[in-house]
């Protein structure tokens, strides 16, 4: 099949109250028009065009990069005026499919149901039953079932208001047979517009069969108009993903509390994730990782049999097999821990390597560093990378243990097997297998007494 591509995407979006063109709102981290255009690839089409208007030139340059057709529509004067303006390109034996670019959750299943009806040169249309079709274009059938027309929701009789049938919008033609009746197209009608639905009622004129596919999820079909609306399918979108992912072996204590906005390129057996979990970007899982409650991992590898616990937020890093992260930590982007290494509670580490089973248990902040193995990094101590211009490294080789509340003040080298004794401010290399401490030492003072308050004289 020679298949086009209209993704209509020039609407207002106005009841998002949004400065924000509407098709740039975001499910799962990604754009609602970059969903449809994913849908859009997935068929394979001779291109895709998408008509945009409202917010141009900030659609332009958020999606520029995707392998669309833009074509913009300056007058917003219906849906039927969208598709005219690429009627001229259109080709004559393509099957043209309309897609809306609000309409982020249309699953592919659905679309190739829909292009099989096209065979044999019918229109296809995708319809919807609704509980409460308000807003809706109604499918208007005749006695045997056979669909006549549609009839948008202001030009409706009280009768046709009951209708349940609603059209999503969505369909599919041959390119020929469309040119011909867009030309036929008349803004007669209660809101002056050209009504892209109006084609079924000339097809129906021309002896085209009308074919419907009804999608069986409502969600699928709906659209985004305001705030209330992106959220319900926000969460329709990670429902899916969760369900997915239990298919395949992950544990999730609560799916509705998971939110991947993202990949999930690859996902070990056994893993387990707690309410609150949010994974973003591309995240790689090895076997049997837990993720405890309310963490966030950002583009991360993290290895097998890992363990992070609750409240942490991983970004950017890769965490060795075995490792445990948090509660409570922060691994910032360039870090790469190896297998074992143990990172606890207020512990930041930025663009750091930390060598096998090494431990940085509490309250430090480890930055623009290397660090060997069986390295013990006591609570409290701090790099200090930055001297308000340029950053600088610190380098602790193997073995080594840093006394808690100790600086290291970058550059600086703490060699093999040193011991630094707690509360020391490291401004010079300290050698290996040594005891350095820059403390000063500790006076006791013999006889000396705690003053004690005068006794208050009464009256004046
Ligand atoms: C449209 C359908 C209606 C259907 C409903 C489903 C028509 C006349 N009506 O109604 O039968 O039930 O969608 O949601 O087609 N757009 C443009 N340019 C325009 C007008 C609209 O690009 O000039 C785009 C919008 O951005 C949107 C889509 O077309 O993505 C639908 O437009 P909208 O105004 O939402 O149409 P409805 O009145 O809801
Ligand atoms: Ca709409």
């Given at each position: 099949?020679?298949l086009?591509?209209?993704?209509?995407?020039?609407?207002?979006g106005?009841r998002?109250?949004?400065?924000?063109?509407?098709?740039l709102h975001?499910i799962?981290?990604?754009?609602l028009?970059?969903h449809?255009?994913?849908?859009?690839?997935?068929?394979?089409?001779?291109?895709?065009t998408i008509?945009?208007?409202?917010?141009?030139?900030?659609?332009?340059?958020?999606?520029g990069?995707?392998?669309?057709?833009?074509v913009?529509?300056?007058?917003?004067?219906?849906?039927?005026?969208?598709?005219m303006?690429?009627?001229?390109?259109?080709r004559d034996?393509?099957?043209?499919?309309?897609?809306?670019?609000?309409?982020?959750?249309?699953?592919?299943?659905?679309?190739?149901?829909?292009?099989?009806?096209?065979?044999?040169?019918?229109?296809a249309?995708?319809?919807?039953?609704l509980?409460?079709p308000?807003?809706?274009?109604?499918?208007?059938?005749?006695?045997?079932?056979?669909v006549?027309?549609i009839?948008?929701?202001?030009?409706?009789?009280?009768?046709?208001?009951?209708i349940?049938?609603?059209?999503?919008?969505?369909?599919?033609?041959?390119?020929q047979?469309?040119?011909?009746?867009?030309?036929?197209?008349?803004?007669?009608?209660?809101?002056?517009?050209?009504?892209?639905?109006d084609?079924?009622?000339?097809?129906v004129?021309?002896?085209?069969?009308v074919?419907?596919?009804?999608?069986?999820?409502?969600?699928?079909?709906?659209?985004v108009?305001?705030?209330?609306?992106?959220a319900?399918?926000?969460?329709?979108?990670?429902?899916?993903?969760?369900?997915?992912?239990?298919a395949?072996?992950?544990?999730?204590k609560?799916?509705?509390r998971?939110?991947?906005?993202?990949?999930l390129?690859?996902?070990?057996?056994?893993?387990?994730?707690?309410?609150g979990?949010?994974?973003?970007?591309?995240?790689?899982?090895?076997?049997?990782?837990?993720?405890?409650?309310?963490?966030?991992?950002?583009?991360?590898?993290?290895?097998?049999?890992?363990d992070?616990?609750?409240?942490?937020?991983?970004?950017?890093?890769?965490?060795?097999?075995g490792?445990?992260?948090?509660?409570?930590?922060?691994?910032?982007?360039?870090?790469?821990?190896?297998?074992?290494?143990?990172?606890g509670?207020?512990?930041?580490?930025?663009?750091?390597?930390?060598?096998?089973?090494?431990?940085?248990?509490?309250?430090?902040?480890?930055?623009?560093?290397t660090?060997?193995?069986?390295?013990?990094?006591?609570?409290?101590?701090?790099?200090?990378?930055?001297?308000?211009?340029?950053?600088?490294?610190?380098i602790?080789?193997?073995?080594?243990?840093?006394?808690?509340?100790?600086?290291?003040?970058?550059?600086?080298?703490i060699?093999?097997?040193?011991?630094?004794?707690?509360?020391?401010?490291?401004?010079?290399d300290?050698?290996?297998?040594?005891?350095?401490?820059?403390?000063s030492?500790?006076v006791?003072?013999?006889g000396?007494?705690?003053?004690?308050k005068?006794?208050?004289?009464?009256?004046d």
């Amino acid at each position: 099949m020679q298949l086009e591509v209209i993704v209509l995407a020039a609407g207002q979006g106005s009841r998002m109250r949004s400065a924000i063109p509407k098709v740039l709102h975001r499910i799962a981290g990604v754009p609602l028009l970059e969903h449809v255009a994913r849908l859009a690839k997935s068929l394979s089409p001779l291109r895709t065009t998408i008509i945009y208007g409202h917010g141009g030139e900030e659609v332009l340059e958020a999606l520029g990069h995707l392998d669309v057709d833009w074509v913009e529509q300056r007058e917003r004067l219906g849906t039927g005026h969208a598709v005219m303006q690429v009627e001229k390109g259109m080709r004559d034996e393509a099957t043209v499919l309309v897609l809306y670019g609000d309409v982020p959750l249309l699953q592919q299943d659905t679309v190739t149901e829909l292009l099989a009806l096209t065979h044999d040169g019918s229109l296809a249309l995708l319809t919807v039953l609704l509980d409460d079709p308000t807003g809706y274009g109604r499918i208007v059938r005749d006695q045997r079932g056979r669909v006549q027309r549609i009839v948008e929701e202001k030009d409706t009789t009280t009768e046709e208001r009951l209708i349940r049938e609603g059209n999503s919008g969505i369909l599919a033609v041959n390119g020929q047979r469309l040119k011909g009746w867009l030309n036929r197209l008349t803004n007669q009608n209660a809101q002056g517009e050209y009504y892209l639905t109006d084609i079924i009622g000339l097809a129906v004129e021309d002896g085209v069969p009308v074919e419907t596919v009804t999608a069986t999820d409502v969600d699928e079909v709906l659209g985004v108009n305001n705030r209330q609306q992106l959220a319900h399918l926000e969460r329709v979108y990670q429902l899916r993903q969760a369900e997915a992912l239990m298919a395949s072996g992950v544990t999730l204590k609560d799916p509705a509390r998971f939110d991947l906005r993202g990949q999930l390129r690859v996902v070990g057996q056994d893993v387990e994730m707690d309410v609150g979990v949010i994974l973003e970007g591309d995240v790689h899982l090895g076997h049997r990782v837990r993720i405890g409650a309310h963490c966030m991992i950002r583009d991360s590898h993290i290895g097998d049999d890992v363990d992070i616990l609750p409240y942490s937020l991983v970004d950017g890093a890769r965490i060795g097999d075995g490792s445990r992260v948090g509660p409570y930590a922060r691994i910032r982007p360039d870090t790469e821990l190896e297998a074992g290494v143990h990172v606890g509670n207020f512990v930041e580490i930025k663009k750091t390597r930390i060598g096998r089973g090494s431990k940085v248990n509490h309250l430090s902040y480890i930055g623009d560093a290397t660090v060997g193995s069986r390295v013990n990094i006591g609570a409290g101590t701090i790099t200090c990378n930055y001297d308000g211009v340029n950053k600088f490294q610190t380098i602790i080789e193997d073995g080594a243990f840093i006394g808690s509340d100790s600086q290291l003040v970058a550059p600086v080298r703490i060699g093999a097997g040193a011991t630094i004794g707690a509360g020391s401010t490291i401004t010079r290399d300290a050698p290996a297998d040594q005891l350095t401490l820059s403390r000063s030492r500790q006076v006791n003072v013999e006889g000396w007494q705690r003053p004690k308050k005068k006794c208050q004289e009464s009256g004046d």
